[in-house]
């Protein structure tokens, strides 16, 4: 079997999207996500202009020696543009192998290790008042597990809330808008946020939350101390992770589960968080950590000391990414909880899958490969529209982390 075509697809159905597809001689072929959110043109160039010409006659069965050629070969290792273009690559390789053992991708990482793969929603709103209806909204809908953001009183725009009744979407302008950011009024706030929650909806829902790196290490102990009493699932990306070792700080003061790690590349970003037990939860993706592959590496590293997997499953990662790491989820021991923001019907206008959802919980399905594809004349509908992510300054005028 030999690689003949490779194809780079983009396309904006509501945001956008970059996908892979490798054609081999025997007619099978197999797609990847491609997609890094508010950069995705990078990535594109570097696929186009390095690794395509690349790829062809190579034989897709030899997944490993191809990770390791693009990988090792470019010398400048790591980071998320390269990296998340080795990505795309190792899932459709791993896609074409699955067809090509007529097997669902889970069969090929060792089969199934459990029945089903929990997964957590959003409920965002403007206050509390709106946010605690989001809340409720969720739980009516089956999951077991609800992530909890709302707007703080005093600052204009927070992460991760929309205006009322509209889904989330960050990167909303073609050139970035600036936020308006408090530490203060979200540290007073936020415990009072779930104290409300834990009061309406009582102890068995697991609760969520992301701080989006913008506390120092000492701010984050003092909200994952303060938030103890709620028991949260885990408080998601407390700090910037640049210094690993500012999570000791906040393991030293309480015992609130962390997780971290959606803009991680590679092992080595997390290899002391994991290493020295200062994080609970593992967040890199299929995409943006060099594919199954690699990510399949950092997962087995994780299980030596009892982190488990949480992976991100926003709506900047195509239903490609999201197949291919619900067979992930499937089969690897030591998962944790999958992220489930819903794409949107013309998402899905371009892109088909077969995992399933019901009631909190994510079944991949049993097609062959990993079960997800992408129509490329729905795609051409849909070109391209320049989007980025906001930036965020503190209310001086300093700017922070967003």
């Known amino acids: 079997m030999k690689i003949v075509d490779v194809r780079v697809i983009v396309c904006s159905p509501g945001r956008n999207f970059v996908t892979l597809k490798i054609i081999t001689d025997q007619g099978i072929y197999g797609v990847g996500d491609a997609t890094l959110n508010g950069r995705e043109k990078a990535v594109v160039s570097y ?3 390095y690794v395509v ?5 190579k034989d897709p069965q030899r997944i490993e020696d191809i990770w390791q050629y693009l990988y090792r070969g470019a010398y400048w290792r790591r980071g998320p543009i390269g990296v998340t273009a080795l990505g795309a690559v190792d899932t459709a390789l791993w896609d074409i192998k699955a067809k ?5 991708l889970y069969q090929l990482l060792g089969g199934r290790s459990r029945d089903k793969i929990m997964t957590y929603t959003h409920a965002n709103g403007i206050d509390l008042g709106t946010t605690l209806d989001e809340v409720g909204k969720a739980i009516e809908l ?3 597990a609800v992530r909890v953001q709302s707007g703080v009183p005093g600052i ?4 991760g809330v929309s205006k009322y009744g509209e889904k989330y979407e960050p990167a909303n302008a073609e050139l970035p808008t600036e936020d308006v950011w408090s530490t203060e009024k979200y540290l007073n706030y936020t415990p009072k946020l779930f104290a409300e929650v834990r009061k309406q909806y009582g102890e068995d829902i697991h609760l969520l939350h ?6 120092t290490p000492i701010e984050a102990a003092r909200l994952s101390k303060e938030l103890e009493p709620y028991h949260l699932f885990w408080l998601e990306d407390p700090v910037p992770a640049e210094n690993q070792e500012s999570l000791r700080l906040i393991r030293q003061h309480s015992t609130t589960p962390i ?7 590679s092992i080595h970003d997390c290899r002391e968080l994991i290493q020295d037990q ?4 593992i967040r890199t993706t299929i995409v943006h950590a060099g594919g199954i592959t690699h990510l399949k590496r950092i997962a087995d590293f994780a299980s030596l000391y009892h982190v488990k997997t949480g992976f991100h499953g926003a709506t900047d990662l195509s239903p490609i990414c999201m197949a291919a790491a619900l067979h992930f989820d499937y089969a690897i021991p030591n998962f944790g909880i999958q992220e489930h923001m819903e794409h949107s019907d013309l998402m899905e206008s371009v892109f088909t899958r077969s995992y399933e959802f019901e009631k909190g919980f994510f079944t991949p399905g049993e097609a062959i490969g990993h079960g997800a594809d992408i129509d490329e004349k729905e795609a051409k509908k849909y070109p391209y529209k320049r989007a980025s992510l906001p930036v965020n300054r503190l209310e001086d005028g300093t700017l922070w982390n967003w």
């Open 47 to 49: 696929l186009e202009d």
């Open 53 to 57: 010409d690349m790829l062809i006659g």
């Open 100 to 104: 090509a053992a007529n097997m669902p």
């Open 142 to 144: 089956g999951y077991q």
């Open 156 to 159: 204009a725009s927070s992460y």
């Open 210 to 215: 992301d701080v989006h790196h913008r506390l």
């Open 259 to 265: 997780a971290i790690g959606e803009v991680f590349n």
């Open 278 to 281: 200062l994080i609970d939860y």
